[in-house]
Structure formats: structure tokens, C-alpha cells
């Protein structure tokens, strides 16, 4: 069944990008970059931002990845970071994000971002980011 959708639905926006080092102008710049893209890739506009949960692997504690989002100028989008599970041989020096986003786009136009060594994660996702 498909119907014509006139009002704004929360969805999810998946990303994640490997940062350069663990540094806090490395992690910030990863993160804005990747914040960056995701905004692009789906046309979105902070007021209509809900959310934004972060995770960094263990080998990243030098800051925050929403200490970006500050300078981003999302200043009343609820933000919050945590550890990621350190699964054994897992990817490095990741940031990973979920978007909760106000849209009026159906659920297979979204587009999720996987930037650097984080494409190894989705490389269905990340083929057309290249």
C-alpha cells in the first residue's frame, strides 16, 4: 500500500567517518565534516534536527564529537556521546552517528554517509559517496 505523505515524520539518518587521530582538532574536524555531509546528502535544516547520539570507538577520549555540532551552530539539537562496544578487531578511530530528523522524505530517500575507513562498514551505503 502507498500513500502520499503530507505531514513530517521522524527518521533516522545513519553515518560514521574514521578520524586522523585522537586529538581534539582531529575528532572535531571528522565530525564536522562528516555532520556536514550528512546536512547536504539529505537537505536538511537544524531546526528540523531532533537529535544527534554519537559513539567513538575506545582509542578516541581526547573530545566530544558534539563539541562540533556547537560550532555547526546547533545550539538546541539534544545531543549525546558515548563508548562504542569494543568488539574485538573492529574498525578503529570511528565516530558513529544516528540523526533523529523531522522530514517530510519517505524512508528510502534518506541517505546514510559512511566517509573514510568508515565505508568499510556499509560499503552498499558508501559506494556512491566516493
Same mark, same amino acid.
Given at each position: 500500500?502507498? #500513500?502520499?505523505? @503530507?505531514? +513530517?515524520?521522524?527518521?533516522?539518518?545513519?553515518?560514521?567517518? *574514521?578520524?586522523?587521530?585522537? @586529538?581534539?582538532? %582531529?575528532? &572535531?574536524? /571528522?565530525?564536522? =565534516?562528516?555532520?556536514?555531509?550528512?546536512?547536504? /546528502?539529505? $537537505?536538511?535544516?537544524? $531546526?528540523?534536527?531532533?537529535?544527534?547520539? #554519537?559513539? *567513538?570507538?575506545?582509542?578516541?577520549?581526547? %573530545? #566530544?564529537?558534539?563539541?562540533?555540532? =556547537?560550532? +555547526?551552530?546547533?545550539?538546541?539539537?539534544?545531543? +549525546?556521546?558515548? &563508548? %562504542?562496544?569494543?568488539?574485538?578487531? &573492529?574498525? =578503529? &578511530?570511528?565516530?558513529?552517528?544516528?540523526?533523529?530528523?523531522?522530514?517530510?522524505? $519517505?524512508? /528510502? /530517500?534518506?541517505?546514510?554517509?559512511?566517509?573514510?575507513?568508515?565505508?568499510?562498514? =556499509?560499503?552498499?551505503?558508501?559506494?556512491?559517496?566516493?
Amino acid at each position: 500500500m502507498s #500513500f502520499v505523505q @503530507t505531514a +513530517l515524520q521522524m527518521r533516522g539518518i545513519r553515518g560514521a567517518i *574514521t578520524a586522523a587521530g585522537n @586529538t581534539p582538532n %582531529e575528532i &572535531s574536524v /571528522a565530525t564536522d =565534516r562528516l555532520l556536514r555531509e550528512m546536512v547536504r /546528502a539529505n $537537505e536538511l535544516h537544524v $531546526e528540523n534536527i531532533a537529535a544527534a547520539f #554519537f559513539t *567513538t570507538t575506545d582509542d578516541l577520549t581526547a %573530545e #566530544f564529537p558534539a563539541v562540533a555540532c =556547537r560550532t +555547526l551552530g546547533w545550539q538546541l539539537v539534544a545531543l +549525546l556521546c558515548a &563508548s %562504542e562496544i569494543a568488539v574485538p578487531g &573492529s574498525l =578503529r &578511530s570511528c565516530i558513529r552517528v544516528l540523526l533523529l530528523v523531522n522530514t517530510m522524505k $519517505e524512508q /528510502a /530517500a534518506i541517505r546514510h554517509v559512511y566517509l573514510d575507513g568508515a565505508a568499510t562498514l =556499509r560499503p552498499d551505503l558508501a559506494a556512491d559517496q566516493r
